[in-house]
């Protein structure tokens, strides 16, 4: 048996001004043929768990490509199309194969095409040429799974846990399955049920017994019941202003398309019975500081709005002004990007004062620089090493990344948004947040592992690339009634699934 593999995988957000060019996943790693098994090997990613699982199961991988970057606005034109031609030659040169897998993300955005995963499986698919050549795809579980995905992939697995923990075993289920596809145990068919609904991203975890977590336990139940052979669930990057994205549930049975129709209904139902549960309440900047300094641990702040891991640009000061003002003497940690500002300080040296004028350069759209005197304490290369998460044992970089102090207030000045994990980004530069009183993270759940005896946290809302209100934003692309814009107990059905 013969497999080609490949990985592309980037989250958009139309809310966010952020292209993401060749530079951008550069900084990640742009990774060709055995390049990619040599830096896959070892590590957490979904493309490493179905490179463990094939080559156990004696199959010839034929390694093609692999990058990603932090989420963003949309990928560029250029090199979205650049690693389409990769990977459909790729395909090509590696035939005959006997199946694939691609590790998708599933919520890419592009200028000009409108479903990006749908048109590399589309490649691949066209490539292949026999229809019947078994496609996997493994996708994060806020993936915007189109039609035409569901139609050309066999095999569609999303991740079930949120934080994201399970990316090794989600690419190595889908391997799984095109292995059993391969040798003629089964004959898988995906079949997706999805409805104009969208649900705030931050009170989507998987712990406990939170409504999420209440899912995943029903589409585990429904596969140990032999019902399918894998249940997905899809709550969806909510900021993604197309007429076809909504909550989506989603199954892969042996060769019975209704029943996959079935449990996937029963999964998307499970979702839009708890819409109402996914909102968790908020605090404006200020508010949440004042509440930290009353609070007798420490304070995790969660920028929700310009949460980077959701595409926002990760330059919002408005914490950085709310800590400023109401607590400067309490001992705090903020990051944030601008890169002028880091430029700045590796020009005065470390040791140097002076005024800076931060963040709001990037997205400006709602706030005006904080001017602030402070010290340059440290200069750093912003270099770490995801100890967790999807992107785990990556090494990936801020850039030129200066740590400034202002009275108590820490403010780490990175180059690059990125996806923010744990404290690695702290640490990297020296800071350590269990002496921080106030620690702010700009993602939208990793944030809860840093959780324990004495931390809390506070989410924040307000303006920004990701806001926690989805029925405020302007949507110009969503087709009305929706939940929550529109309050109805009648869920709609998306077309594409009518
Ligand atoms: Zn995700």
Not at 76 to 95: C, K, P
Not at 470 to 481: K, S
């Amino acid at each position: 048996m013969r497999v080609a593999i490949a990985s592309f995988e980037f989250e958009g957000n139309s809310l966010s001004l952020r292209v993401a060019r060749k530079e951008d996943f550069a900084r990640f790693g742009i990774f060709h043929g055995e390049d990619v098994t040599r830096v896959a090997a070892g590590k957490q990613f979904s493309i490493t768990g179905a490179l463990d699982t094939l080559t156990e199961a004696g199959v010839e991988v034929v390694p093609i490509f692999m990058s990603r970057c932090v989420s963003g606005g949309h990928v560029d034109d250029t090199f979205y199309d650049e690693v389409v031609d990769i990977i459909a030659e790729g395909i090509s040169a590696a035939l005959p194969l006997d199946g694939v897998y691609l590790s998708l993300h599933g919520a890419m955005i592009c200028a000009t095409e409108k479903d990006p995963e749908g048109g590399v499986i589309r490649a691949v698919r066209e490539r292949l040429g026999d229809p019947a050549i078994p496609i996997a795809v493994s996708l994060d579980l806020h993936a915007h799974v189109t039609q035409r995905m569901a139609d050309m992939a066999q095999i569609i697995v999303g991740y079930e846990t949120y934080p994201h923990v399970d990316a090794y075993r989600t690419g190595a289920c889908a391997a799984g399955l095109l292995v059993r596809a391969m040798k003629g145990e089964i004959d898988p068919v995906t079949r997706i049920r999805k409805y104009n609904a969208i649900v705030p991203v931050l009170g989507g975890a998987t712990l406990g017994d939170e409504p999420m977590a209440q899912v995943a336990a029903l589409s585990r139940g429904l596969e140990a019941e032999g019902r399918a052979l894998s249940v997905s669930y899809f709550p969806v990057q909510p900021w993604l202003d197309m007429a076809d994205v909504g909550v989506t549930g989603l199954a892969v049975t042996d060769g019975d398309p209704a029943a996959a129709t079935e449990v996937a209904q029963q999964v998307l139902d499970a979702i839009w019975d708890r819409r109402r549960v996914f909102e968790l309440p908020a605090m404006t900047p200020a508010e949440a500081v004042r509440a930290a300094v009353d609070y007798p641990g420490r304070t995790l702040i969660v920028d929700a709005p310009d949460a980077m891991g959701a595409g926002a640009q990760g330059d919002s000061p408005a914490l950085l002004s709310a800590l400023l003002e109401v607590a400067p003497e309490t001992d705090a940690a903020i990051y944030i990007v601008d890169p002028e500002t880091a430029a700045r300080a590796f020009e005065l040296g470390e040791g140097a004062e002076a005024e800076f004028h931060i963040g709001a350069k990037q997205d400006d759209r709602w706030f005006r620089p904080v001017s602030v005197v402070a010290r340059i304490e440290r200069l750093c290369d912003g270099r770490f090493t995801y100890s967790g998460g999807p992107a785990s044992g990556a090494t990936v970089t801020t850039g030129q990344t200066a740590l400034l102090r202002k009275g108590g207030v820490r403010i780490l000045v990175g180059s690059f948004p990125f996806y923010e994990h744990m404290d690695e980004h702290y640490a990297a530069c020296g800071i350590d947040i269990a002496g921080c009183k106030i620690a702010s993270f700009k993602n939208l759940m990793n944030y809860r592992k840093l959780l324990g005896p004495g931390v809390q946290y506070i989410p924040l809302h307000g303006p920004g690339g990701a806001p926690l209100r989805l029925q405020d934003v302007a949507w110009e692309n969503r087709q009305r009634p929706f939940w929550p814009a529109d309050d109805t107990d009648q869920p709609q059905p998306l077309p594409a699934t009518a």
